[in-house]
């Protein structure tokens, strides 16, 4: 019967009965292989490492008894999100493991925010959904946005966020660069609400540019703006010297004189230039110009241009107009108009001429323009979109110059191109944009700034929070940021606040600046007795600031005016001023609210009273607030600080009416009776001072 | 004595129950094996017998049974995946994205229709070209080649029909571009166009619209017509063998019947 | 008897050439048939296990293939971004490639329904069922016919610059010159097999020629903005 040994092949396949049984087999093995690699996927893997990572903890019966096996997820229908990143991260809301060197068993860090209602991936992208490390944290086919590297993440909370927020510096810093450093000119800001991102810095008009500075100075700015002024926002544009010759050549030749920005400067203008810097020590120009010191530090305040070399830039019969009224060259100016006197002026000006380099201009020699030169001037004008940031006569501020930037966060890398050796994501694109944007194509126009690397990352984070998924969150998340109103103060008053550019420093009704008190409500506040005395020496509140209200010489007439307008007008609907009297308690009130101030409140441990003996330096001193504030203002404040003032660091303590009246009687009468030295000894730290800038 | 296996399964199919079922008793006689086919509903579209020199490989390339094959498992791994998918928008994307992630075997069910009906797209085409290179139209057959036609329009509907329903960038600009032919016919192609999608672009209305096509019109329509194609075979003289065609075998046998007159 | 031998069982479709002659009985006997007997398998179990076998091989490749390869899938369907290039599945981008060349009416609706049809009337065209080699009867006629329609078709492509179309109907025409010059006597079974293809052998060829080359540029060959690009260069 078996005459010659079957082959292995005739023994499986030699009729088809054998073939289908063989086959078969074959068949059947090949379809188990799946739910085999189903068993051995990554997270069951993790899970595994999980109960082994906890098994030997002293709080393993713990942990145990919270995990959970199998597909994790947080399913948040209206953010969008189905994270299931939990099922392997699985020991991230255990307190406990906060000990783990790294993730994925590691607890999550302390946010504001609790995981089951944000979800992981609203913050840190990547795809939620996935259930493989590289689909979950990498950028694929079906899923663009990868793992948020986490320098950048607080760009997340931006997306909610529109406004400062205490726990991101990083973002503060993107966003205030973004509105200071001139990027909103050029390229639009939609926030989901509608509004638009505004600029804050405010480039000056070159309508009249020429009655200003020279043509060389024009032309060695635009060579290179930070060897003039380091902290200059103006960025480089890179011109070839043609390019600026020609450009310089134009904006003098557009340039239209304006009466009154110039003066007939006395041949004998440069004063004592100690006593020119002393003025301008008094008139507190630092609060807002810096200045280059010897030792190469910027010192001074960033609201108005540096200084360092500005006898280099300014002509001296324009300088001294302008420090006369700065109003008469630029109406819509920041600065202040000081009623400087002629000595003043002359005193200052041959102050600031002095700060001088002349190196700057040394190598710069023009030819007289020609016509051509002009014209291709122009020309270039047009095309690198001066006029978005400067006015200039007779070039139209052109629209949408660059793109758009509302969405710019959550841009298809597939859309970018990327320079060689970049990675190909989203943020260092944006990085890479931000620190070079001519290595993207030498035709490009952005400019280059001077960004340090820290600031870099702080305008990426910022720009990355400007993203899709900021339109699709339910409007009841976003926290919108402060809105700038266009308040501007009505009558005569008004035009003198103006004039004297109160909002520069000051904010009321939601108009103005952050760097002196809000004075919203100043009116229910201050007595105004004080305040007209303050108008005429404000040296007295807070002497030891270097950041203070400086003296406008004003006269009796517009002191009266101002602050009559001001008892009037801002006033907090919260305080009745004349409910309480600024005088007449009773002793014994007065003692039992000095028993509560040193007893039961302990406000020594942050305020001063009585300077030999009180070391709280963190609030204000309270020497003299008898005679500052008035009664109701200090009784509300007890009972509630936080309504007059939303964010203040005064505790609420929930004090009944008896202790905030006696406490009240107490202050009130802190008239600052005795003169002493105590001023001095005040306020310690500058950082302090600002941060006590409350009454 | 014990039993071989075969003796249990010839006590099987002596039951009442076997045979309430199938009819046929137990034996493996000729007639038996006929019955078989016979008596089956759906065998029964098959002939009894086979020609064996038309079952060998190179006749055929087995290329028509293949692509019965990647139906069945078409079939077979379609109807799961409709147990986890819903034809709306963009839900069509995440249960496409479940399946991928947490459906246990998901990934490999749709894996393995995606390349199955790539398969079957490609076997119905290589089994036309076969056909047609063998003269296998040639009548009787001719209109099971119109059949077979038929056929190759509805596979290519299918899997076009099925491309969109993961709703996913290559699905829908796919679609888009392929329904745009459609525009193209003259003065009537906006309506097919818009008949298509129902609408003016690949939407929601489409994805359903493609949806109730693919499970459901264009599979019971093409099991209708298999149906007939394979009765057809049987009806039209079984498995085309170009030798043994009467018209072959007559010229042969009166070349022959020539030489004998000489 | 009768000689069985002149008594085949049969059906022509041509009836005026052979009336439909079944049996001719010459004595009173029963109707006899001659049939060529051939070698019969039984369908159960012989052939279904046969299909069984191949069905379930081919199952055992597309299992491992779907076990080893993940079937694509990319981002959420997006209106307002269009991937460049949008490419249709793969057995239409033959038909896509043509819409590169020719007015949608003439690539998207002209020529498939066309080849549809074509497909659809093969077998009730005697030419294709006697299917004799096509320059074997009427050779200068159809020779002429022959230039006639590859030239114009070739002034066509060349018109419409479809290089991609044009090469593989010079490659065909140049194979049916080869034809029209051979016989079925010719010393080359090459040229014997030539010369014995029929019409629809020739035009279904260059169809299937055409498909593959079309498919295959429209799949390989062609990115952003539907430009020829190389596969090797990745986008």
């Known amino acids: 019967m078996n005459e010659k040994p079957a082959s292995l092949w005739q023994r499986l396949f030699g009729d088809s009965v054998r073939a289908f049984g063989v086959i078969s087999v074959v068949f059947l093995l090949s379809i188990a292989i799946a739910p085999a690699k189903n068993f051995f996927s990554e997270w069951r893997h993790y899970q595994r490492g999980y109960l082994k990572t906890i098994r030997n903890r002293s ?113 503060n810093q993107g966003r205030a660069l973004l509105a200071r450093q001139g990027c909103l000119h050029c390229h639009t800001v939609k926030l989901p609400d509608g509004s638009t991102l505004k600029a804050t810095d405010d480039p000056p008009s070159l309508s009249h540019i020429a009655d200003k500075t020279s043509r060389e100075w024009i032309f060695a700015w635009l060579k290179d703006p930070q060897a003039y002024a380091s902290t200059s926002t103006m960025p480089n544009f890179k011109l070839s010297d043609d390019d600026a010759r020609d450009i310089s050549a134009f904006l003098i030749a557009n340039s239209s004189p304006l009466p009154g920005d110039t003066v007939n400067v006395p041949a004998k203008a440069s004063a004592d230039p100690a006593a020119g810097a002393s003025l301008y020590g008094e008139s507190f120009c630092a609060s807002c110009h810096a200045v280059q010191n010897a030792a190469g530090n910027i010192v001074g305040g960033d609201v108005g241009p540096e200084l360092t070399r500005v006898g280099t830039k300014v002509k001296p019969e324009w300088l001294q107009a302008w420090l006369r009224n700065p109003r008469a060259y630029n109406p819509a100016t920041g600065m202040p108009h000081y009623r400087f006197n002629d000595g003043q002026v002359a005193m200052l000006a041959g102050f600031l001429q002095g700060k001088a380099d002349s190196d700057f201009l040394s190598n710069v020699h023009l030819d007289t323009a020609t016509p051509e030169q002009v014209a291709h001037g122009k020309r270039l004008v047009s095309d690198y979109g001066c006029a978005s940031c400067h006015e200039i006569a007779g070039i139209r501020k052109p629209e949408n110059f660059a793109p758009e ?30 620190k070079n944007p001519r290595a993207f194509s030498p035709g490009l126009k952005m400019p280059q700034y001077t960004f340090t690397p820290q600031q870099i990352d702080a305008l990426t984070t910022a720009l990355l929070s400007l993203n899709e998924r900021s339109y699709t969150l339910p409007s009841s998340l976003a926290v919108p940021g402060r809105v700038e109103t266009d308040y501007q103060p009505a009558g005569k008053a008004g035009k003198l606040m103006t004039d004297l550019a109160c909002f520069s420093c000051h904010r009321i009704n939601g108009h103005g600046s952050d760097m002196a008190p809000d004075l919203t409500w100043e009116g229910s506040s201050v007595q105004r007795d004080w305040l007209v005395q303050f108008f005429k020496n404000p040296g007295t509140l807070r002497p030891a600031l270097i950041r203070r209200m400086p003296r406008f010489n004003l006269t009796d007439g517009e002191v009266n005016e101002l602050a009559d307008y001001i008892m009037t007008v801002y006033q907090s609907p919260k305080v009745d001023r004349d409910s309480m009297p600024l005088g007449g308690y009773s002793q014994g009130q007065i003692e039992l609210g000095r028993q509560l101030f040193y007893g039961k409140y302990s406000c020594q441990g942050c305020h001063i009273v009585d300077t030999k003996t009180d070391k709280g330096y963190i609030g204000p001193t309270l020497t003299h607030v008898g005679s500052r504030l008035t009664a109701a203002w200090i009784y509300e404040w007890m009972r509630n600080p936080q309504s007059l003032r939303p964010g203040t660091v005064e505790p609420n303590r929930a004090m009944n009416d008896e202790d905030a009246r006696a406490l009240t009687a107490f202050l009130i009468s802190q008239k600052g009776g005795e003169k002493s030295s105590r001023s001095s000894k005040a306020a310690n730290s500058n950082s302090h001072a600002r941060e006590v800038a409350k009454r | 004595m014990a039993k071989t296996v075969d003796q249990y399964f010839d006590d099987l199919q002596q039951t ?158 796919a679609i888009t571009v392929g329904s745009n032919i459609a525009s193209a016919v003259p003065v009537i192609g906006d309506k097919i166009h818009f008949l298509l999608l129902g609408g003016h672009t690949v939407n929601a209305n489409a994805l359903l ?31 085309y063998n170009h030798d043994s065609e009467p018209a072959t075998v007559r010229a042969r046998n009166a070349g022959s019947a020539v030489k004998e007159t000489n | 008897m009768a000689d069985l031998k002149d008594f085949v069982a049969g059906v022509d479709s041509n009836a005026k050439k052979s009336p439909r002659r079944i049996v001719f009985i010459t004595r009173r006997t029963s109707a006899q048939v001659k049939a060529e007997t051939e070698e019969q398998l039984q369908t159960f179990p012989e052939v279904l296990f046969r299909a069984a076998v191949a069905v379930m091989t081919l199952g ?165 903005g539907w430009a020829w690009v190389w596969p090797w260069q990745g986008s």
């Not at chain 1, 060689?420 to 694109?429: A, E, F, K, N, R």
């Not at chain 3, 057995?91 to 498939?112: I, K, N, R």
């Open chain 1, 405 to 434: 930037l509302s969405r710019i966060g959550s841009k298809p890398v597939t859309q970018l191109i990327f320079l060689s050796g970049m990675q190909h994501t989203l943020p260092d694109y944006i990085a890479g944009k931000i």
């Open chain 1, 59 to 171: 709080d393993a019966n713990t942990l145990q008894r919270h995990f959970a096996g199998g597909i994790q997820q947080v399913w948040l229908p209206e953010l969008g999100v189905v994270d299931r990143c939990t099922s392997c991260h699985v020991g991230l809301k255990e307190a406990g493991l906060s000990d783990v060197p790294t993730q994925p068993y590691r607890t999550h860090p302390p946010i504001p925010h609790k995981l089951d209602q944000f979800g992981c991936t609203t913050c840190h992208r990547g795809q939620g959904a996935a259930t493989t490390v590289a689909e979950s944290h990498r950028s694929t086919l079906a899923w663009e946005q990868p793992i948020l590297p986490a320098k950048y993440i607080e760009s997340s909370c931006g997306q909610c966020h529109r406004g400062q927020l205490a726990g991101t510096p990083q973002l």
């Open chain 3, 60 to 224: 055992v490749v597309l299992v491992w293939t779907a076990l080893l390869f993940n079937a694509p899938l990319e981002g959420l369907a997006d209106p307002s971004h269009t991937p460049n290039p949008a490419k249709a599945p793969w057995y239409f981008l033959g038909l896509q490639e043509m819409l590169h060349y020719f007015p949608p009416v003439v690539a998207g609706v002209l020529a498939p329904g066309l080849v549809v049809m074509a497909l659809i009337v093969i077998p009730y065209f005697r030419v294709n069922i006697e299917a004799d080699g096509l320059f074997l009867k009427d050779r200068q006629k159809r020779l002429r016919i022959f230039y006639l329609v590859a030239g114009a078709l070739s002034l066509f492509l060349l018109f419409f610059k479809v290089y991609a179309a044009l090469v593989p109907t010079l490659i065909m025409a140049m194979l049916m010159l080869i034809a029209a010059q051979s016989t079925p006597h010719s010393a080359s079974p090459f040229r014997r097999y030539l010369a014995a293809r029929p019409l629809s052998y020739w035009v279904m060829t260059w169809f299937l020629f055409e498909l593959v080359v079309l498919t295959a540029i429209g799949t390989f060959f062609r990115g952003p």
């Open chain 2, 209 to 239: 619209r493609f949806y109730v096509l693919h499970c459901m019109i264009l599979p019971l329509t093409a099991m209708f017509f298999v149906a007939i194609h394979f009765w057809r075979i049987r009806k039209d003289g079984g498995l």
């Open chain 2, 16 to 173: 009442r129950l076997w045979r309430s079922i199938f009819r046929s008793g137990p034996g493996s006689s000729t007639l038996k094996r006929a019955l078989v086919i016979q008596q089956n509903v759906f065998l029964h579209l098959f002939s009894t017998k086979v020609r064996t020199r038309v079952l060998s490989f190179s006749a055929t390339w087995y290329l028509g049974t293949l692509t019965l094959g990647t139906f069945l498992i078409l079939v077979a791994t379609g109807i799961p995946l409709m147990l986890y998918y819903h034809p709306s928008a963009p839900q069509a994307y995440a249960d496409t994205k479940d399946l991928q992630f947490v459906v246990s075997s998901g990934m490999f069910l749709r894996n393995l229709h995606r390349w199955s009906a790539h398969a079957m797209v490609f076997l119905v085409f290589a089994h036309m070209f076969k056909v047609f290179y063998r003269g296998a139209y040639r009548p009787p057959r001719e209109f099971n080649w119109v059949i077979g036609v038929i056929l190759l329009l509805i596979t290519l509907l299918l899997s076009y029909t099925g491309y969109l329903l993961p709703w996913d960038q290559l699905a829908y600009w």
